[in-house]
């Protein structure tokens, strides 16, 4: 069984930069598609960035594109999302995600979850 650990959330100004962590235990990290997903209050939950099991493929939502960037340590069992030029519209609880196989927008399809973190920009 997998375990998913966020952390790194926050209060930041609009224009500030976070780097959120995701730390993976109890499997086999490095066979795993891992995703950043956020859900805003009142909002669906959705995909904020993907990145394959060898860290070769990366994808973004439009909303984050050129701002955000993920990236793995399959050494480490970690997964990062640099997060830079903060919006107030990126506040959300931030959530990891893995799965095996393709990548994914659905989050249905994800076996492992972590607890979420937090991340709220300030105006």
């Known amino acids: 069984q997998v375990q998913l650990v966020e952390s790194g959330g926050g209060l930041v100004q609009a224009g500030g930069s976070l780097r959120l962590s995701c730390a993976a235990s109890?499997?086999?990290?490095?066979?795993?598609?891992m995703t950043w997903f956020r859900q805003a209050p009142g909002k669906e939950r959705e995909l904020v960035a993907t990145i394959s099991w060898r860290g070769a493929t990366t994808r973004y939502s439009d909303s984050v594109k050129g701002r955000f960037t993920i990236s793995r340590d399959n050494a480490k069992n970690t997964m990062s999302l640099q997060m830079n030029s903060l919006e107030p519209a990126d506040t959300a609880v931030y959530y990891c995600?893995?799965?095996?196989?393709?990548?994914?927008?659905?989050?249905?399809?994800?076996?492992?979850w972590g607890q979420g973190t937090q991340v709220t920009v300030s105006s």
């Open positions: 109890g499997g086999t990290f490095s066979s795993y598609v």
């Open positions: 995600a893995g799965k095996q196989g393709l990548t994914s927008s659905n989050p249905n399809t994800y076996d492992y």
